[in-house]
């Protein structure tokens, strides 16, 4: 992060929407912007937390899902599908991750069109380390209060599922 502004350029924008006579719109391209704004500094938190395991966001969070797995493997699709990304990132991500050894590839035993991807004891570890910083560096000191937290997560929630990220309540 640089040196703070001494004025919130949102808060700048919205007026500048507003003298321009898109006050109806105003308010949810600052929102919206703001979200998109917040993004990039969260990212940039995790990101610095993550860089030294020599993991990227992505990478950790195909990890983090692998190591849920109750076998510690998924199918290539349903990684992707979880994840909420194209089969390519997935694609791209476990290459990475296979050099590095923290997953390896492998058929699955009934379908032949289907790659497993699995967690070896080192990506295990891997994400357990990373997950244990992310904890207490990020989670940990998010920056929100908890009822912001709560009142995030219904919002947010609500947009996604209306938006057709899921389905259920």
Known sequence: MGT??????IADAQRNWERHG?????APMAAITAIMRTQQ?????IETVLKPFGLTFARYELLALLSFARSGAL??????ALLQVHPTSVTNAVDRLEKAALVARSPHPTDGR?????LTAEGRTLAKKATAALNSEVFGKSGFGSDDVDHLIRVLGTFRR???DFTDE
């Open 4 to 9: 703070p502004l001494p004025r919130d350029p």
């Open 22 to 26: 898109w006050g109806d719109v105003a």
């Open 41 to 45: 500094i969260l990212l940039a938190r």
């Open 75 to 80: 199918p290539m699709n349903k990684a992707s």
């Open 114 to 118: 289907t790659t497993l991807i699995e």
């Open 162 to 164: 209306d938006a057709g």
